[in-house]
């Protein structure tokens, strides 16, 4: 076995925090495990180890360390420079290795402890969380850190260098469904923004709308939560370019509104893909503390909703309450799916799925909420959409309603949209 440590550049530039990265190597090392150390000064960690009486070997590059090089330095510490994506990309070239991120944080939050009290440590997560938590500047990896450790399919641990506790993030699996709901987070200094057309113009419309994010592109103006409707664009910006895409509508002759002082708070949850419910149960924990959403936009794992920024701490709250400390969604609503087991559990009801059943399942989950195409479907479970395949599709269709819905005739979570296709609902 081989532990990649990687100590963030917070933690090896605090002084204070030497003694507790010495103690974390010297606790993996009498694990019996290989310890190579991935680090922003690698020479630092060194001079502590040796002031501590333990030597180690210091390596120019990670990309010189191979399996021989490892094995024959297994009895003392290797350092070599990088970071998270380094410690990554080598923890995937050696076998039975797995990366341990250390900062000075407690790995992955329920919600903000500074304004959640109840706040606890995750200790799971998913790789798709992990990437959305660092896109929204709330987990412990940079974005591209989390990208390349689900990309490599690379375990590993985020733990607080301190405490040497935090959260595993493994791949998606068997989450326990009624709590979906992995994290709380709040982004501020936003401002919500609407275009309209000055004329009734379809044509004309959608080319100015097409205008409009080339030249918010061009001018360096980053869109975020951004859907179209037949008459209106709408979307949010960082608060200091609002005058800047409101002047760019202008000259396109367009109707801009803007609303400042936003915030973002995202529900994020591996669960929320396939639970029934989250979304009314998203809405009815913020219109009982009378919190108006402004915007919103659902993803695979994340819920996004736009409200003032006065009321994102208390929807924090609120979340929170509902979905990790308080009530649960109801039983009827529960839907586990593991698709490397092919097992799925409805309403603590398990049974297993053919491997077409779970490729089509999963195709359905990933795009809950949207219409899969018949065709579509086909071409993901069988590489073509001639009419065997669509007629196959229909087979393993009525297949896989009979094990998920209580009455296949009547399916609650498959949905058939005729002329169209199927639809997931949660």
Known sequence: MVDVVTFGR????????????????????????????????????????????????????????????????????????????????????????????????????????ARVPTATTVEFASYMELMELADLRAGALPPVAAERARELGVPYEIRSVLENRGTIVRDDAFEERSKPVTSITISTGAAFVSVRPTHDDGDRWRRQRTQMIEQLADRGVSLEMLQFFPKRMRFTVDADRVNLAQDIAAELSLHSHATTHCAKVCVVGSGIRSTVGVFCKVFAALRERDITVLHFTDSNVTISLLLQEHEAAAAEQALHEAFVTGSTLPAVASILFDLKLRKLRVNGREVRLGVRQAMLLKVLVDNVGRVVEAEEAARCLFGSDGKEELAALRVHMHNLRKKIEEDPANPRYILTIPNQGYLFVR
């Open 10 to 113: 917070p933690v090896v530039e605090n002084a204070r925090l030497m003694d507790a990265i010495v103690a974390r190597i010297a606790d993996l090392r009498d694990g019996g495990a290989a310890v190579i150390v991935v680090c922003a000064s690698p020479a630092a960690v060194a001079g502590a180890l040796l002031q501590r009486g333990c030597s180690s070997t210091l390596f120019p590059d990670h990309r010189a360390i191979g399996d021989a090089g490892d094995r024959s330095h297994s009895g003392m510490p290797i350092l070599v420079g990088g970071g998270q994506a380094e410690a990554m990309a080598l923890a995937a070239r050696l076998e039975s290795a797995r990366v341990i991120v250390y900062t000075d944080a407690h790995g992955v939050m329920s919600a903000d402890p």
